[in-house]
């Protein structure tokens, strides 16, 4: 009932849910037809074509039917562009003016109607009511003069559902009207699946029009019709339709109904395979808060206020409506702790919804006895200002707890006053509400000495009270019946069991006294027996326990000797590695003094820059055989202190005066040999071509280096400068330059992924794989 307040039984409700439908509809719209320009530039490029076709086909057409419909398009195309720029406006205004003009020197009424109806949306666009509905009626007048009924329902269901009522269409049913026009027509001449859809749409729209009249005898038939409908042509709001029909009953006081259809529309959906609206949830909790089910009713609730966005305003309602049936629970506290918690997570206190969370502060407040906070907030709910824009059934909401205020003060007159405000819509209440309403009606007349309005109330009272309760009995009954059969048919098979359990032991003892006869025979000899063998079982074990405890002395000793001997060679073997790698980073230091020393004696430039980038070269192999002599392993090195080693030296060696700034953030992350090297030669081959190419003229620049962990044992390697980047025609797969070559086939040989694009500056990534199968397998 808590989330009816919300979504029903008033004229600004509904005012509201039609105006909710209409701007899903129009999104949907909007979203199939591409509408939503400007974010995508391809979007652009293609409307752009539209335009340009359109505008050839216009310029090459005969005044005819085929014009006003290029016209009309056009204007269609400037009014989806959005309004912000008024050309855009102007643009549609001008082609529906010549369309309408057009439509009427030709003579074609449907070109004339088709033109109309654009002219509503570019109206609708401008916000301008009036203008609308004019040109909305004048199309539906067109339709009816030629006899097109499809057209006029078009008309009909258009003019309903775009253009904003007002409060007083609804009192005067203007809105309500179109809608049945429109359903009569579809009803009459539709037959494809959309006319089918809107047919059911606007029915239901009808049938919840009659349940704010509470005629809900017509509003169940009307749901009925909807129902079949939707059956028959497998239409996708079936789960809506009893979801307002679990509404009527609920409204109507049949209680056990409003629970079945409730439950219905979360089942069908589910069915369906379609999505389980929070409204079915809410409806399935406030029919059993209607039959005085809390506790039920709260774990329906708490599924909504569970799925729902934390930023969700909604949340207000399913929250003020899991409180109010905590606090009849006696659980006032974490009632209000619900609130609070739900109120900072929603963090909107002008979403519109926050008269739910005033009402749920009050009651818990009263609930707790603190009435001076609490009257703050029924205070707020109280303003003229504010309480004019609640629907009626709130207000007999905010009635009814504000008597319970001043009730529980014992300020009677106050509380009297606000409690026949609330009876005055109690229909809108649900039971146990109504009957809460007249016990205190009653004992404010008890109070003020007026036994003769306390006996009708009291009356009043234990009618409620009877009704809500004899539904509880048919419930009990209902249980009780089912649990009965249940135990009967446990009790049956408890007598089958039992009896095959005898059964079974008089077979048993049968076959006992049989064996028995057999067994008393053969006891002696197999006790004799059974003794000697024990005996010579007893001698044989001994004997065999010596034997083996000889033979595990005698493998455990070789054992030891094996394993001090393994241990020793393996020490051997890792000294030997580590000699290895002593060695070898001392021959590829002998080689690059070598090389150095070469350098001097040419002049080639080109020459001399290949022996630098050699040495550069075989100094990022260097550095791994020292970190390897360096450390207890003998076969990986963490990767980080290695690439800050490499690009400190590269640093050194090639900045000259070049101001580049490094930015490092690199993973610890142990790799074998056979990937290292191949890493820091990557490495050193990128940073030497961002320092010859990158940045030109000496010009400042920033190179970031960063290893990370894209996903379980995959590692992805970037370089990134922001320096003037890669020509436009260069390809990197198809360059023969020595590093690009080194780079890919280094890659290629650790089984990575390389990259090397445009960002910014160039960006080098090289993506690959490292799981500890590949260190063990290296190691072995």
Known sequence: MRFNLLLKNSPANLYIKKMLICISVSALILIKNNSIYGQNPSMNRETKDSVQRLTSLLKESNPDTNRVKYLNSLAKHFLKQGTNEGKNLANASRYL?????????????????????????????????????????????????????????????????????????????????????????????????????????????????????????????????????????????????????????????????????????????????????????????????????????????????????????????????????????????????????????????????????????????????????????????????????????????????VSEYYFAKNQYQLALKFAEMARENQISMTLPRQIRLNEILYKIDMSTNKPAEAIVRLQTFHKLRDSMLSQENLNAIERLQIEFQASQKENENEILRKKSQLQSQELNRIQLIKNATIAGLAFLTVVLALIYGRFRLKQKLHDTLLRKKADIDLAYAELEVNVKQKNKLIEDKESLIKEVHHRVKNNLQLTMSLLNSQSYYLEDAAAIEAIRESQHRLKSIALIHQKLYQTDTVSTINIQPYVVELIEYLKESLTDDKKINFELDILNLELDISKAVPLGLIINEAITNIFKYAFPDDQYGKIEISLKEKEPSLYQLMIKDNGIGLTPDFDYEQSPTLGLTLMKGLSAQIDGVFRMENNGGVLVSLTFENTPEDVKLFNE
């Not at 529309?265 to 059993?288: C, F, H, I, M, P």
């Not at 409180?323 to 609070?340: T, V």
């Open 97 to 401: 003016k010549q369309a309408l003009l057009l439509s009427k020197q030709i003579n074609s009424a449907k070109s004339e109607y088709n033109t109309l109806m654009v002219y509503g949306g570019f109206y609708g666009e401008q916000h301008l009511r009036n203008k609308q509905s004019i040109v909305y009626e004048r199309a539906i007048a067109i339709a009816k003069a030629i006899g097109n009924k499809r057209l006029e329902a078009n008309g009909w269901f258009v003019y309903y559902r775009n253009v904003p009522d007002t409060t007083s269409d609804y009192k005067n049913k203007t809105f309500y009207h179109r809608a049945v026009r429109a359903y009569e027509l579809y009803k009459e001449v539709g037959t494809t699946f959309d006319e089918k859809y809107r047919e059911a749409t606007l029915l239901k729209s009808m049938a919840d029009f009659h349940l704010e009249e509470e005629q809900f005898d017509l509003a169940i038939k009307e749901l009925a019709e909807v129902i079949a409908l939707d059956k028959k042509f497998k239409l996708p709001d079936l789960p809506m339709a009893y979801d307002l029909l679990s509404a009527v009953y609920e409204r109507k006081g049949e209680l056990s109904k409003a629970l079945n259809y409730a439950l219905l529309s979360v089942k069908t959906a589910q069915t369906n395979r379609e999505e389980v609206l929070d409204t079915y949830l809410n409806r399935v909790g406030s029919a059993y808060e209607a039959m005085g089910k809390s506790n039920e009713s709260i774990a329906w609730y708490s599924k909504t206020l569970i799925r729902q966005d934390k930023k969700d305003p909604y949340r207000f309602v399913t929250a003020y409506s899991i409180a109010s049936q905590m606090i009849k629970l006696g659980q006032a506290k974490k009632a209000l702790s619900i609130l609070e918690k739900t109120w900072i997570e929603v963090n909107d206190p002008s979403s519109g919804h926050e008269c739910f969370m005033f009402l749920g502060f009050g009651e818990c407040y009263t609930a707790l006895g603190k009435y001076d906070i609490a009257k703050r907030y029924f205070d707020k709910l109280l303003e003229d200002s504010k309480l004019k824009t609640y629907s009626n059934t709130f207000q007999t909401s905010i009635y009814f707890s």
